[in-house]
């Protein structure tokens, strides 16, 4: 077909610079990522601690995260800063608005995970006399884990399409690199539809994960199985 | 910052917020229409064929980043000789993605349909169309509406990025009004606020469907 | 040659689910007219029994006939599709275990619904059946009421009704009070006994033995996918002979022969 030999003829002159351009996506992605745990986590923390102004802060900072798109974010942070003396480079203006608001995203995702794990849960590792910290470590977290792989996988995979968004703050990643290219080609057909393949390439096999896990997680947990009769004797000998 | 300056800025937030919410509005009734019809399809089609092609469409959407959806739609179909307006790339191209989201939401509501529901109504004789339309779909449509409002809540926020096709919305005004201000802070803080209400507005829109519909 | 007397055929009925058999083998008939309870154990297959023979649970092998017709399958032996199904489905009155009214659809919409769309009454010659129906099991006075606003026994009334309503010539009713709180189960059998008198033909798979008695005139025995025993109820019931029939009573705590 004349349009894949119109993007063979070309590949020579893209691949370079669209490889590029992909592995800047990926940093994005995983800087980003890395950073919105750190956040995420943070606010789950300090949206259980008892002080009631703590909780507010956290609660209006999620509530303006999810309510503020992720390219006005950027903008403030990459051309609002600046007045007041802070420059940060595009990239970094791009992982930290991500990072926020994907944060609140995250925090979202703790709490759900945690929440999702029956009361008597913690009550019975209490009572057996094990301490906060033992009960979530042990108890809780794995458990907690388990539910949270899921969706903290779909957050991941929405991020790296969100880091589109960051061409528009001149981040050289994929989609701006692929504009620029079409400016330079007059073929942009080819060009976004190439660059589409590739953020599919990346993000598809992943939700494909996603649905993997989300299948294994339905049919139970197969390391925690009723003890059998056996071990229930030896348990009741001791 | 005098008056004449915040009138101009407020003035150009305002006629963006229009345009947005034209987009919105837009992209939100073709996602239904998109999204409905092919669960409705999905559900009661019984060729391995149809169920097949429609998730082909759906992962395609899924798994691409709007913005570059939009610039194919924009720039690459202008190039086979398809020149389309800001806004009707924009309606298209966030349409067309919600339908796949939308779509995936409506499955999952159908699916979450009680089997026993079904089941009576195949004991009354009621044929597949009958009970799907009579049955499923009532109860399937009130069990999405939760995640339909966070889909409508996270396309106005994607509205922002039609101004990359020069679709005059809040953004597009607000780089606009920045360049010739430099308020940087103000006018990007003041249209953040904006998108809160707006946002807002439309999730506070979708309890009051949930709760109308409740029984 | 159809028998005129003879409403329902079952003629060996199996079913596996892939490599378990669950029904192996049945054989039945009900007359019309008739009244036939299915008891056994959990797991016995006694619902899966009656889930066949409406085709909610298709058969592996065998054959359900109803007035001589045989359900489920077309003329050249292969399986009917849900929409093939349909209209024999509606001569087929079910009611659920867990009722699965329509939870969007007052009471009075869920007994209309069938008449209206399937039979194509008019809307208010439906409305008008519905409330005689709901009437009927003493449930005239909730016929605007949306069915969370009902107890579990009003609800399994209004399900009695809404299969009424079909006229169906068959009856099937699949454990009718072990979803209910024990003090509601009574006003669900007395609807079931005032059918039973008008003469009306029903296979009912129950756990309340001692009402099986006093309503069927027949009492299948099923263990293990099989019928172990058959007989007038009172018979099957007072003198039980296969021996797991007198474990599966005797764990009831029923007395066994009565004077």
Redesign the interface.
């Known amino acids: 077909m004349q349009f894949l030999e119109t993007i063979l003829a070309n590949l020579a002159d893209w691949a370079p610079r669209l490889s590029e351009a992909l592995v800047t996506s990926l940093a994005l992605t995983c800087a980003g990522f890395s950073l919105a745990l750190v956040f995420g986590l943070s606010i789950e923390y300090f949206r259980n601690r008892s002080a009631a102004s703590i909780r507010l802060i956290a609660n209006v900072y999620v509530?303006?995260a999810?309510?503020?798109?992720?390219?006005?974010?950027l903008?403030?942070i990459y051309?609002?800063l600046?007045?007041?003396g802070i420059v940060v480079s595009a990239f970094a203006a791009g992982t930290i608005g991500l990072a926020l608001v994907y944060g609140a995203y995250l925090s979202e995702v703790f709490r759900a995970g945690l929440g999702v794990i029956p009361r008597g849960q913690r009550e019975a590792a209490l009572a057996a006399g094990l301490t906060p910290a033992q009960t979530f470590r042990l108890v809780m977290l794995p458990q907690a884990i388990r539910h949270m792989l899921a969706p903290l996988l779909v957050n991941l995979?929405s991020l790296l399409?969100?880091?589109?968004?960051c061409?528009?703050i001149a981040v050289p990643e994929?989609?701006l690199t692929?504009?620029a290219i079409?400016s330079e080609s007059?073929?942009?057909?080819h060009v976004?539809?190439l660059?589409?393949c590739l953020?599919?390439a990346m993000?598809?096999p992943a939700?494909l994960a996603v649905r993997l896990v989300e299948r294994r997680l339905a049919r139970g947990p197969t390391r925690w199985r009723q003890p059998d009769a056996e071990a229930n004797l030896l348990v009741q000998s001791i | 910052m005098n008056n004449a300056m915040m009138n101009r800025i407020v003035d150009a937030l305002l006629s963006g917020a229009i345009v947005t919410i034209e987009v919105s509005l837009g992209a939100l009734a073709l996602a239904m229409a998109i999204g409905l019809t092919l669960a409705t399809i999905d559900n009661l089609a019984r060729a391995r064929a149809t169920a097949f092609v429609i998730r082909v469409y759906v992962?395609?959407l899924?798994?691409?980043?709007?913005?570059?959806?939009l610039?194919?739609l924009y720039?690459?179909?202008?190039?086979?000789g398809l020149r389309l307006s800001s806004l009707t790339a924009a309606i298209a191209g966030l349409g067309m993605i919600g339908g796949a989201v939308v779509f995936d939401i409506f499955r999952a509501g159908f699916q979450s349909v009680p089997k026993g529901q079904s089941e009576a109504a195949a004991a009354i004789g009621l044929k597949p169309l009958a009970a799907f339309r009579l049955v499923i779909l009532p109860q399937g449509l009130r069990l999405a509406l939760p995640p339909l409002g966070n889909y409508a809540?996270g396309l106005v926020?994607?509205?922002?990025?039609v101004?990359?096709i020069a679709a005059p919305e809040v953004?597009f005004n607000?780089?606009q009004i920045?360049n010739e201000t430099f308020a940087?802070?103000w006018v990007?803080?003041a249209?953040?606020l904006l998108?809160?209400a707006l946002?807002?507005i439309v999730g506070q829109a979708f309890v009051l469907f949930e709760r109308r519909l409740e029984y | 040659m159809t028998d005129t007397h003879t409403l329902l055929t079952v003629d060996r009925l199996n079913k596996s689910y892939g490599a378990l058999p669950v029904l192996k083998d049945v054989s039945f008939t009900l007359g019309r007219g008739e009244r036939i309870a299915l008891i056994g154990p959990s797991g016995s297959g006694k619902s899966t029994c009656l889930r066949a023979i409406n085709f909610l649970d298709p058969p592996t092998n065998g054959d359900i006939r109803i007035d001589g017709e045989l359900i489920g399958r077309r003329a050249d032996g292969r399986p009917m599709t849900d929409a093939e199904l349909a209209p024999q489905r509606a001569e087929i009155g079910m009611v659920f275990q867990h009722f699965h009214l329509w939870p969007h659809l007052s009471v009075q919409a869920n007994v209309a619904l069938q008449p209206r769309k399937v039979r194509g009454l008019a809307a208010n010659e439906a409305a008008k059946l519905a409330d005689e129906l709901l009437a009927k099991v003493h449930l005239g006075h909730k016929s605007g009421e949306m069915p969370s606003r009902l107890s579990g026994g009003q609800q399994q009334r209004v399900a009695i009704a809404r299969a009424l309503a079909q006229q169906p010539k068959l009856l099937l009713f699949d454990e009718p009070t072990s979803a209910l709180d024990p003090e509601l189960v009574g006003e669900v059998l007395t609807v079931i006994k005032e059918l039973a008198n008008e003469g009306r033909s029903m296979v009912l798979v129950t756990h309340e033995i001692a009402f099986a008695r006093e309503v069927a005139d027949r009492i299948l025995f099923m263990d293990g996918g099989r019928i172990v025993e058959e007989g007038p109820s009172r018979r099957i019931l007072d003198h039980p002979r296969e021996p797991r029939l007198r474990q599966f009573l005797s764990s009831l705590s029923l007395p066994e022969g009565r004077p």
């Open positions: 509530a303006v999810r309510g503020v798109p992720i390219l006005v974010i903008y403030l051309f609002g600046p007045a007041s995979i399409k969100d880091s589109s968004i061409a528009l994929l989609t692929s504009r079409m007059f073929l942009p057909l976004f539809a660059t589409a953020y599919f993000a598809w939700s | 992962e395609a899924r798994n691409v980043p709007s913005l570059t959806f610039f194919l720039f690459g179909l202008a190039a086979l809540v926020k994607d509205t922002s990025l101004a990359a953004m607000a780089r920045v940087t802070a990007y803080g249209a953040a998108y809160l946002t807002f």
